[in-house]
Structures are given as C-alpha cells and as structure tokens.
C-alpha cells in the first residue's frame, strides 16, 4: 500500500522505515513507527520513559560506572527456574 503521505515518503527516504514496511504498512502503523524511531528515548507503548536495570547501569555521561549485583541460587533452589529470592547470595561486578 504505497502512501501518497509526504512525511511517510521522506521518512523512507531517510531510512526510517523500511521498502518493505512502506510496501505492506498502512499510514497510520508508518506514522507510528516514525512517530517512535524519532522520539530519542526508550519509551513503553503508553509513551513513558522507559526504565529498566540495563538503562540503571549504564554509565551516565561523564561518570564512572555503577555496581551490579549479581544473585546466585543456593542449595535446593538451584536448579529452579525465575529470579532467586531475597536470601540468595550476592557477588558484586562492576
């Protein structure tokens, strides 16, 4: 469904959306997905900032890097599946 849109068409000349989602795509899921790319933030599908562990441990500018905390599973709980309880014991990366 080629658009006759002229900020989907700059869009893809930009490189901001793919031939083959310009092809397929009507202009209201194009316009998100350029609405999306543009925005510099990592946002959720409701537009809030998002935030995760990964993002907290990255460097901020012009620091040096955070601690990371990293949980191993003990005894019985070992060979269970999910994230280790609170008791778990703690080894410190940077």
């Known amino acids: 469904m080629p658009s006759k849109d002229p900020t989907i068409?700059?869009?893809?000349?930009d490189?901001?959306?793919t031939k083959n989602q310009y092809e397929k795509l009507s202009d209201g899921l194009l316009k998100g997905i350029i609405k999306k790319k543009?925005?510099?933030k990592?946002?959720?599908s409701k537009g809030m900032v998002r935030k995760t562990a990964r993002l907290a441990y990255e460097k901020p500018a012009g620091k040096k890097g955070g601690v990371k905390e990293v949980r191993h599973k003990l005894g019985k709980e070992?060979?269970?599946?999910g994230r280790p309880k609170g008791g778990s014991k703690v080894e410190?990366?940077?």
Not at 9 to 13: D, F, I, M, P, V
Not at 78 to 81: A, D, I, N, P, Q
Request: charged share 50%; proline share 0%; aromatic share 0%.
């Open 38 to 40: 543009k925005s510099g």
């Open 9 to 13: 068409k700059k869009a893809l000349k």
């Open 92 to 94: 410190v990366e940077k």
């Open 42 to 44: 990592k946002t959720t």
């Open 78 to 81: 070992k060979h269970k599946r």
């Open 15 to 17: 490189g901001v959306i």
